[in-house]
């Protein structure tokens, strides 16, 4: 074993050496990458040998010990804990939420001027109605703990913990996209005759209107194509000589007998003049046609598209799922596969578009969000899948496939936002240092408790829940969710059901030893029989936190995360640690009476012969708590779940934020029998200047923007008017906004 261990050593030594030397050679003649020990396949060979040192380390702590029979559980132990502890070393330090940490923060309002006004009975669409999509795009698994919530019916707030500039404008740019994809037929002078005809009119008579309408038999004007601009290529850094202008290659190029205009004029482009005065340069003609464009002053250029009937209009809305993938070309692409209706509306509009007998092809647009990426052509009808190519980033096709499966907003997000902050953390120091002293205090207890009650099966406790937090810890850091006060109060609870595994456990064993069984008989009959209890009671823990993640907000889903995995983990280290640590020491002789202090005698009790009077006051109780929640109605959700208010305050000097937090809690509040309770967050302004700092403060609180009168309630008072007097003489300004549900 020995040599073959020293072999595979020598070998692994011989790849690093030359890997290493290869990357220095690389380095050296100026190739930028990535060092060997920050890849994912250090980790993953870290990874494997945690697995074998594991197992090795099993078998020759039980080999020595003489108990080879528990050589594969000692290994499961021992491979857990290396891998716990190499996640740990290889996340720390773990991330945190923005109430312990701090993120950005940034307000946007909805594009209104984007929405019909074809029907202007037809309800406005509300900041409201769009949470979930945006939600589904930026945190689909719910682990990111990224806030959105409305303010108002027409501005969104986003909180987004733990990211750079960069991040969070990314993520930015994920929400403000429509989200919005359709299959399109590029006009075409061939195929569309009057449609073209059309548009010559309306760009000889000078109209810049985007739609082409033709009045039809019943005197209706029904649109027939419109004009939708063509997309440029995302591009990083454009390499141009100095005084040269930014260039960035449309993503699409027209041909000839495409129909295109400038969007700002209206006039029409000559693609045959285009045509004579590109190079033709294989691979280039979107940056050739942008070249161009610029050259003739055309910032947009948009192309000419038919609009299809309503039994073959094919949107984003008919597809079933979207994935990233790869083309022909192996360039990175999305594959999609359609739903039943869009299925049939995709093989009719497709059939409908097939070659003709001369087996000239028409070109199938790709727009996404009113833009034109690419236009493949239609070969054969299709139905069921298919794919969008064109040129795509990955990190494009990535986003695009997150819209599209979360779906079309009925209304975007203006791009530039309203806000954007940097944000302090939402809890102050004091509370941070008081919440986690507290866990920590409480955990120090129950430890203590536990080794002063059951002496050594506490130190098998300890030792159990010592574990315990190391696993759920790694696991956490190992999926990048964030630990946020909500999650460090799930790891405590399930800390206690940990605790409470293990009493329920020594408490069977100390049954069995007051039968007089033998005490190896009483620690497999404790263990046996405990844990269907112990299972059965962490089943419905944990259907509740499965039901809370699904539900729940982002603040609720880190603590069902926390105590998912935590229930996971109590049940192995109460369960199956526990019992190893105990089989061992009681073969090896090293546990030879098993002592716990007794704080009663034991007494018979007759619970049954109760059952009448305890299923009374049951039922009685039951009903007087249902009888008070309805009492207190709306109240007693807190302002995290029902909503308010959120204010923005700029003072005139520079604010110690613990002294606002005190000043606020100082003011007896009430409002129709509701204490009013505030939350104060320090801001520190994105690309300002020193001058605004600890300056700039957000205060939410339970108290709505306006609830009825003065007049109707008489100790009422209005946020801001309440905030102009406490803070009297020292606001520059500030700007309440009502506050959604947060979803």
Not at 478 to 503: C, F, H, K, R
């Amino acid at each position: 074993m020995f040599e073959f261990l020293s072999t595979g050593s020598q070998v692994v030594g011989s790849f690093l050496s030359g890997f290493a030397s290869l990357m220095a050679q690389a380095e050296d003649a100026g190739v930028k990458v990535e060092h060997f020990w920050e890849t994912g396949w250090f980790l993953f060979l870290l990874l494997v040998a945690a697995v074998v040192l594991g197992i090795v380390l099993a078998k020759m702590i039980t080999g020595n010990l003489r108990l080879s029979e528990y050589a594969n559980r000692m290994a499961i132990v021992l491979v857990s804990i290396l891998i716990a502890s190499l996640m740990i070393w290889s996340k720390w330090p773990p991330e945190f939420g923005v109430d312990l940490r701090g993120g950005i923060n940034i307000v946007g309002s909805l594009n209104l001027d984007a929405i019909s006004n074809d029907d202007p009975d037809a309800p406005r669409p509300k900041a409201s109605d769009i949470i979930d999509l945006l939600v589904q795009r930026v945190n689909p698994g719910g682990t990111e703990e990224i806030m959105i919530r409305a303010l108002g019916d027409d501005k969104i707030e986003v909180t987004i913990p733990s990211v750079n500039s960069e991040e969070a404008d990314k993520i930015w740019d994920r929400l403000v996209k429509a989200g919005k994809l359709e299959f399109r037929i590029v006009a075409d002078q061939k195929y569309h005759p009057s449609e073209v005809a059309l548009a010559r009119e309306m760009a000889a008579a000078g109209s810049r209107e985007r739609e082409i309408k033709e009045v039809g038999k019943d005197g209706k004007a029904k649109t027939v194509a419109y004009w939708a601009p063509i997309a440029r290529e995302v591009v990083a850094d454009v390499r141009r000589s100095a005084g040269e202008k930014r260039l960035v290659p449309l993503k699409y190029f027209p041909q000839g007998s495409h129909l295109v205009r400038d969007k700002s004029t209206g006039g029409l482009i000559n693609m045959d003049e285009v045509f004579s005065e590109l190079t033709g340069e294989e691979g280039m003609e979107g940056r050739d046609f942008a070249r161009w464009l610029d050259k003739n002053g055309v910032r947009t250029p948009q192309i000419l598209l038919i609009q299809p009937d309503e039994k073959m209009n094919v949107e984003g809305s008919h597809l079933y799922y979207a994935e990233s993938g790869t083309d022909d070309r192996s360039r990175a692409a999305v594959d999609f596969v359609m739903k039943d209706d869009g299925s049939t509306r995709l093989m009719r509009f497709t059939r409908a578009n097939k070659p003709d007998s001369q087996g000239n092809v028409r070109l199938m647009a790709i727009v996404l969000d009113d833009q034109v990426h690419s236009a493949p052509q239609i070969n054969e009808p299709i139905s069921k899948q298919g794919q969008i190519s064109g040129s795509f980033t990955r990190e494009e096709v990535e986003e695009l496939v997150v819209n599209l499966n979360s779906g079309k907003m009925d209304v975007a997000l203006n791009k530039s936002p309203i806000s954007r902050d940097y944000i302090n953390s939402t809890l102050g120091e004091e509370l941070k240092e008081k919440g986690i002293w507290a866990i920590g205090s409480s955990l120090a207890l129950v430890l203590v408790f536990m080794l002063f009650y059951y002496r050594f099966a506490g130190i098998v406790a300890t030792v159990a829940l010592v574990l315990n937090v190391v696993f759920i810890l790694a696991l956490i850091m190992a999926i990048g969710a964030p630990l946020t006060l909500t999650g460090l109060a799930g790891l405590v609870l399930t800390v206690g059901m940990s605790v409470d595994a293990n009493v329920l456990i020594f408490e069977r064993i100390r049954e069995e030893l007051d039968r007089g069984a033998a005490l190896r008989m009483a620690i497999r009959n404790g263990f046996d029989k405990a844990t269907t209890t112990i299972v059965d009671a962490n089943v419905t823990t944990l259907i509740t936190a499965i039901v809370l993640y699904v539900i729940g907000t982002e603040q609720i889903k880190g603590f069902s995360v926390t105590l998912v995995l935590g229930i996971l983990m109590s049940m192995f280290t109460a369960i199956f640690v526990a019992r190893l640590i105990f089989d061992i020491a009681e073969r090896k002789r090293w546990l030879t009476k098993l002592n716990m202090t007794r704080m009663m005698e034991r007494k018979q009790w007759n619970f049954l012969n109760k059952v009448a009077l305890t299923g009374v006051v049951s039922v009685a109780l039951i009903l007087i708590g249902i009888g008070c929640l309805f009492s207190l109605g709306s109240s007693i959700f807190d302002k995290d779940l029902r909503g308010g208010s959120m204010v923005r305050m700029v003072f005139n000097s520079p604010q110690n934020i613990e002294e606002i937090r005190e000043l606020l809690r100082s003011q007896a509040i009430e409002v129709n029998g509701e204490k009013i309770e505030f939350t104060v967050s320090g801001f520190g302004v994105a690309n300002a200047d020193d001058s605004m700092k600890d300056r700039v403060f957000k205060v939410d609180s339970n108290l709505p923007a306006w609830e009825g009168s003065a007049s109707d309630v008489p100790q009422f008072e209005q946020l801001d008017e309440l905030l102009s007097r406490i803070f009297k003489g020292k606001l520059m300004l500030h700007h309440v906004d009502i506050v959604g549900n947060p979803t």
